[in-house]
């Protein structure tokens, strides 16, 4: 499978509003068909035959012309110059491939054989396929994209909307010193669910180009905060100690279950490495990261070093402003300031559990 970063980096050169798009789309109008390949090296060259040598600046009417000649278009992999036309490619034939056409058959093998995009277009299929090492992709209608990103959209505000209950009731628990294990993986999991939704709309907001800026808007919108809450919650209960593992670890172990399996939260527990599905009512101290963190003005590396003098929220909640001053960095002004901080949210997160 393509790395994901290749993917989306051949996805966005022929996104709507690009000028590659607009050649591709062209062709597809005048059914011709095409096979282009996006970048030059040695193994490109040994593997072509005939055509001419152009490097002529790269235009959708230029690319549009010469695809009415049989054989491959070669272009550099900025897409800013159309070097070879009238192509013949002759890949490895003893390379698998699952398609038909022999367009599209020599356009998988291309891409399997040199790692580079290539774009097939089918004038009988009336479509545009892109071929990334064994990654098949074809472009659909801006409509029908459109359509899915926005009954994805719907589905992630409702899934934010629950995350953000859930957060809300951790940080009551929290507060009341109530918190299990199942609050933990509760949260953790609609973080997960959220981020996966989120991970979906924005490969529709690549594929859109320029047709996706509102739906990246309103995306943006609905995701804020949420990798800062990942990493937070997972510093706030994932165990100490001196095999104490990084939160990136953790934080990979979590996006790392199938989602069939993120249902449970005993699975989720477990990547956090924090209980399992018979342990769900074990009671959790939280650190006090993801609290403090909500403290106006108040430094990441100050917060840092607040949960190390303390060790646990309950221990923070009950300081005066002298045990606060103690701490390195924090002096009388910023002392009153998370007294009074975590006062107010303590307040704040009762009422909303209780009212």
């Known amino acids: 499978m393509a790395p994901r970063s290749n993917l989306r980096t051949a996805l966005a050169t022929i996104a709507p509003g690009t000028e590659l798009r607009e050649g591709l789309e062209r062709i597809l109008r005048g059914r011709t068909g095409a096979l282009i390949v996006i970048g030059q090296d040695k193994l490109v060259e040994s593997i072509s035959s005939g055509g001419f040598d152009l490097d002529v600046p790269f235009t959708a009417t230029g690319l549009r012309e010469l695809a009415k000649m049989d054989g491959a278009i070669i272009v550099d992999s900025s897409i800013t110059r159309i070097l070879k036309a009238g192509i013949h490619l002759m890949p490895d034939p003893s390379i698998h491939t699952e398609e038909t056409g022999t367009r599209h058959r020599t356009a998988d093998r291309v891409a399997r054989q040199s790692g580079l995009p290539v774009v097939s277009v089918s004038a009988s299929m009336h479509l545009i396929a892109l071929y990334l090492d064994e990654h098949r992709h074809v472009l659909e209608d801006a409509g029908a994209v459109i359509g899915r990103a926005n009954q994805a959209i719907a589905t992630l505000e409702r ?40 991970g979906e709309i924005d490969h529709y907001v690549l594929e859109l180009g320029t047709d996706g800026r509102l739906l990246a808007l309103q995306l943006e919108e609905l995701i804020g905060g949420v990798d800062t809450d990942r990493e937070l919650l997972v510093r706030d209960y994932m165990p100490g100690g001196r095999r104490r593992r990084p939160v990136e670890s953790v934080l990979a172990d979590l996006a790392s279950i199938e989602s069939s399996s993120l249902v449970e939260l005993g699975s989720v527990a477990q990547a956090l490495r924090i209980g399992t599905d018979t342990t769900l009512d074990a009671p959790l101290a939280p650190r006090g990261h993801r609290l403090l963190s909500r403290v106006p003005r108040l430094p990441a590396s100050v917060i840092d070093r607040l949960v190390e003098h303390f060790g646990t929220l309950q221990k923070l909640l009950g300081a005066s402003i002298d045990d606060l001053q103690a701490v390195e960095g924090v002096g009388d002004l910023r002392a009153r300031g998370v007294r009074e901080g975590l006062s107010r949210l303590a307040e704040s997160s009762i009422l909303e559990r209780y009212v």
Do not use: F, K, P
Not at 167 to 186: M, N, Y
């Open 159 to 198: 899934y934010r909307y629950r995350l953000d209950e859930v957060t809300d009731a951790l940080s009551a628990l929290e507060i009341e010193d109530l918190v299990t294990v199942r609050d933990v993986a509760a949260v953790a999991q609609r973080l997960e669910m959220v981020r996966r939704i989120a």
